[in-house]
Each structure stands twice: as C-alpha cells, then as structure tokens.
C-alpha cells in the first residue's frame, strides 16, 4: 500500500540552526509530493509543492527518487517555523492525498 | 475572502449516537474532501466530492459513516451509532477544480465519543 513515512516525531533545533525534516513515500510512478504545516491553533496550510520548485518562508524540499524522499530543508530555523509539518503524497493526476505522520519543530531560542 | 469553514468545532457525543458534522467549502470550489485524523497521526482520507457527486468513499471506515453535498457546495458528514473508536478529528478540505490543486482545510471538529 501507498505509504508516506516522517521517521521522526520530534525535532528540536536551536534558532539559527539548519533544519532537516525527513519523508519517505512509497510510490515508485511519478509523484506529486507536498509539504503541510499546521501552526499552534491554526488550521492546516499548504507550504510547499515539489512541482513548483519554489522556495517558501526559507523552506525547500527537493524530490530524490533514487531514495524516494522528500526531505524538507532550511539553512537557519526560526522561532517562528515551531508548528506540525506533514509531508502528503498523491498519485500522478489524482486528488487523493496520502499523508505521513507528521514531525513536530521546535525551535529553541 | 472566507475560508472552508465547519461546524461544530467540538462534539461530544455518547456511545450510539448519530452525529451530523457539517462543511461550508470555499466558494466556487468543485472538489470538497473528509478526512479523520486520530490523535497522533496524519490525516486519512475519507471521501471525495466533485461538485454534488460522490466519486471516491474508499476510506470511510464502516457503513456507519455517510457524507452527502446534496447542492454541490455544502457537504455533512454523518455518522451513526458512534463508537469510541470514532474519536478524532474530521477535517474537511476544498479545491478549485478536479486535478491536483492546492486543497484548503477547515479548522476540523473534534468528536469525542464518551
């Protein structure tokens, strides 16, 4: 079965440390693959598509379809970026999206 | 403009109850989605609508849960004879058309089922 993995359920960093947020999927076609994020008392957001190749609030995320990953980057955290981060799968030219885990940032001050 | 909203924000409801959880999607959009999200885990998909049609209700869990969008904007979904189990979150999503476009997410309600 189609499975997105985000093998980490915490990750605490310090401000102005580089962030890593790891995701895996399973689908070995072509996928779409998106990164959510869910700020404190907020309602789930789209941050980032890998179709868009764009660079969001200092995030990027490059698709390895050699490991199948997903991993979501940013050089220097920021208080700010602490929320829930979900990485979500959908199969080429569907709507249904397959959601991980998700990993929980804190940013340290 | 106003985003998906949904309502109740909270629900408790008692074992076998029927519970009626309500969507108002983004204007215009065509696509509206119901996902359950269990504590600790990442949304699950439910049921997909394209305007009032039901295309896709591969992950509704039992014959218990119905969704409808009767007009093809607002959507509830039903749940009957509730279940501890039942206990998550339901959020309701909304896109501009079929395909993959950003989905919008509602705030979600929160059932709880004592």
């Known amino acids: 079965a189609q499975r997105v993995t985000q093998p980490e359920k915490l990750l605490s960093v310090f401000k102005g440390a580089p962030v890593e947020l790891k995701c895996n999927y399973s689908?070995?076609?072509?996928?779409?693959l998106f990164w959510y994020v869910q700020y404190s008392r907020q309602r789930l957001q789209l941050l980032l598509r890998?179709?868009s190749r764009e660079s969001i609030k200092g995030f990027t995320a490059d698709l390895n379809k050699g490991e199948t990953s997903f991993h979501l980057k940013k050089p220097f955290a920021q208080e700010e970026d602490s929320a829930m981060y979900y990485c979500?799968?959908?199969?080429?030219?569907?709507?249904?999206?397959?959601f991980g885990t998700g990993t929980r940032l804190k940013v340290l001050a | 403009g106003a985003g998906v909203s949904q309502s109740p924000r909270y629900k408790v409801a008692k074992r076998g109850q029927d519970v009626a959880l309500r969507c108002d999607p983004i204007?215009?959009?065509?696509?509206l989605f119901w996902y359950q999200q269990a504590l600790g885990q990442g949304p699950e998909f439910l049921t997909y609508?394209?305007?009032?049609?039901?295309?896709?209700k591969s992950g509704l869990p039992s014959d218990r849960f119905f969704a409808e969008r009767p007009e093809g904007s607002v959507s509830t979904l039903k749940i009957q004879r509730t279940q501890q189990e039942d206990s998550a979150v339901y959020l309701c999503?909304?896109?501009?058309?079929?395909?993959?476009?950003?989905?919008?997410f509602g705030p979600g309600t929160r059932l709880t089922v004592t």
């Open positions: 999503a909304s896109s501009l058309a079929q395909g993959i476009y950003e989905q919008y």
């Open positions: 689908y070995s076609g072509s996928p779409e």
């Open positions: 890998h179709i």
């Open positions: 979500a799968e959908s199969l080429s030219g569907t709507y249904k999206y397959i």
């Open positions: 204007s215009g959009h065509v696509s």
């Open positions: 609508f394209q305007n009032e049609a039901q295309l896709d």
